[in-house]
């Protein structure tokens, strides 16, 4: 199987450590993060800051296949969706100079009990105008399955949202353009309550960009944590069969930034003790190069 390594659980680390980490696991891929935690890309980034990522991942020879950022586009104020659009539309930019072909996204963190259809409507005019931005400048962008996360006794809890309640999930895949896809997050469903992550993958078939690979521990007084593959809270049988049919990359997403280092490597040291085989892809230079040109070689912003 094709793993990789999710962008958040590396938030705190600059990018050479995040991709050595990578290497030391046998990792082929990273997500990119752009513009979402402190040693993300910035939006800013101008063509020294990109050409340096370009010449990190090649380097290390991990593929750039992915990247990430923050987002919500549930807000009923106008303004305020325009700032999220624009923003995303920065980040399009970033990946189509870099050639990265997936970019993942939120669809928003509203509850689900307090969707609105202004909220819905909001919510799909933005991603389908995003996607459409993105068609054009040859990305793809994939919605992560992802609750509503509220503090809760010692730790968290997830509730549902319109990316996690299996009708809210039908409705929207059916509603919102076609070439928009998805990141399957076995573990974010298991959080919100959803054992049923065949259904899921049923239902999401042929839309699925790619999938997280992660866990969440229950805590005595009921609440989760973040954990790594493995130990926690999902039933790995049926996932593990599943993210084998779609024959798309996995990437494992240990959360917590402090043992990042120790979180990937149980979660390799477990995937490999069921008897999952890293598929050794190495990055052809040709992939890095060629890059197009954009207003004379520069970035756009804005």
């Known amino acids: 199987m094709k793993i990789g390594a999710a962008a958040w659980g590396f938030r705190e680390l600059l990018l050479e450590e995040q991709l050595k980490i990578c290497r030391e696991n046998g990792l082929y891929s ?16 101008d063509n020294g800051q990109l050409n340096h990522v370009r010449k990190a991942y090649r380097q290390a020879n991990i593929r750039l296949e992915c990247a990430a950022t923050g987002d919500d586009f549930m807000t009923e104020d106008e303004m305020k969706e325009q700032i999220q659009i624009s923003k995303i539309q920065q980040v399009i930019d970033i990946c189509s100079f870099l050639q990265i072909p997936y970019l993942r996204i939120f669809a928003g963190f509203v509850p689900l009990e307090q969707m609105t259809e202004k909220l819905w409507k909001h919510t799909e005019e933005a991603l389908d105008e995003c996607a459409a931005f993105a068609a054009q400048r040859k990305v793809v962008l994939a919605v992560e399955t992802h609750g509503a996360v509220l503090p809760y006794r010692s730790g968290i809890r997830h509730v549902d949202t319109i990316t996690t309640d299996l ?10 353009r076609d070439d928009i896809l998805f990141v399957l997050d076995g573990a974010n469903l298991a959080a919100a309550g959803h054992m049923n992550v065949e259904e899921y993958y049923r239902l999401l078939s042929g839309r699925i960009a790619y999938s997280h690979i992660k866990n969440f521990r229950r805590k005595v007084d009921g609440s989760i944590e973040p954990s790594s593959v493995g130990d926690g809270i999902l039933d790995w049988t049926p996932l593990l069969t599943i993210l084998r049919e779609t024959g798309k990359a996995c990437m494992i997403e240990y959360e917590l930034p402090l043992s990042i280092r120790e979180g990937c490597r149980e979660s390799v040291r477990q995937l490999k003790s069921w008897g999952i085989q890293l598929e050794a892809e190495t990055s052809s230079n040709s992939y890095y190069i060629g890059m197009p040109k954009r207003n004379g070689g520069n970035m756009r912003h804005g």
């Open 30 to 45: 990273l997500e990119l993060g752009i513009a979402n935690a402190p040693k993300d890309l910035p939006l800013g980034a």
């Open 167 to 176: 009708n809210s999930l039908e409705r929207l895949k059916r509603e919102i």
